[in-house]
């Protein structure tokens, strides 16, 4: 099975018509769409997804997947109710645009079994009678402990992923680090419908993890990958770079891909810098120069 490349409009600065364009001519196989703000629930017609469908599929391309970025972590209680709001709208979006994958923030996972991190904060719970899909914030003087946040962290993505199965969307949850004892209990946590991680290799040299190894260790959980590189400096702190630029053994892992019959997208992504956009077009080049050794 070839591995499938895509390339995420965001990177290209310019109007969503414009960097769907200027995407087509990286010659990848998909684009992934920012469901914040370039096809935002609260503003999309039906009208208007259409006209973005056709004008991905006249450029011989698909939806490679939606974003939908946040400033907090996903159980964050500041501003919570609004964030899932945000999700479960961007979630029903993916199949009007063709796809079924939307990535999103998780942030830090709270370890359960670690101390409490602050006393006299709020407790954040469910108000299953108002709603049972409303996170209310209730104040009171109990600690919030790392096991009360593992503990929404998991009510929350059990009631995202019950909704994804009525929408035909399933998460891809961007993390902040690859703790993969943290990572596997609180997948095994969500039991409502499919959840699936996104391994991005530029995140786990910047926290010391082996990007190869990680992926061996939870293949079976990765349903999508940005492409992102980074170094690391003398003092461990790390620093994203264009794809080829970083210390990401590329060689290895994308064989390592294909062995497997990864069969989700490769997003090549630059969240920073300022040549953007050609930093991503060398960095599907120099995939490209890989991949082929790696396919059917």
Not at 105 to 123: K, L
Not at 252 to 275: H, K, N
Request: charged share 25%; with cysteine; hydrophobic share 40%.
């Amino acid at each position: 099975m070839s591995l499938r490349l895509a390339v995420a409009t965001e990177d290209f600065a310019s109007s969503l018509k414009k960097a769907i364009g200027l995407a087509a001519t990286c010659e990848v196989a998909g684009i992934r769409l920012n469901a914040r703000s370039e096809v935002p629930a609260a503003e999309a017609t039906e009208s208007s997804l259409r006209q973005v469908l056709l004008y991905v599929r006249e450029r011989q391309l698909q939806v490679a997947g939606l974003s939908c970025p946040t400033r907090h972590a996903l159980h964050d209680p500041e501003y919570l109710e609004p964030r899932i709001e945000v999700i479960r709208k961007s979630m029903s979006l993916a199949r009007k645009l063709a796809t079924n994958e939307l990535l999103i923030r998780c942030g830090r996972i709270p370890d359960p079994d670690g101390e409490s991190a602050a006393v006299n904060s709020p407790t954040v719970s469910i108000d299953e009678q108002a709603n049972p899909f409303s996170f209310a914030t209730s104040s009171g003087s109990a600690a919030t402990s790392p096991a009360a946040e593992f503990s929404l962290l998991c009510e929350i993505l059990n009631d995202l992923a019950q909704h994804g199965n009525h929408v035909g969307c399933v998460l891809n949850l961007q993390l902040a680090s690859y703790d993969q004892r943290l990572i596997k209990r609180l997948l095994s946590e969500v039991r409502t419908g499919p959840l699936n991680i996104v391994l991005d290799p530029a995140t786990a040299v910047m926290t010391g993890a082996s990007v190869t190894s990680t992926f061996r260790d939870l293949y079976q959980h990765v349903g999508y990958i940005r492409a992102r590189d980074a170094v690391r400096d003398v003092d461990g702190a790390g620093v994203e770079v264009g794809v080829g630029d970083g210390v990401v053994d590329w060689v290895e892992l994308l064989p390592t891909l294909a062995e497997a019959d990864y069969s989700g997208w490769i997003c090549v992504e630059r969240a920073g810098g300022d040549t953007r956009a050609d930093d991503v077009r060398r960095g599907v080049s120099h995939l490209k120069t890989l991949i082929p050794q790696t396919s059917d």
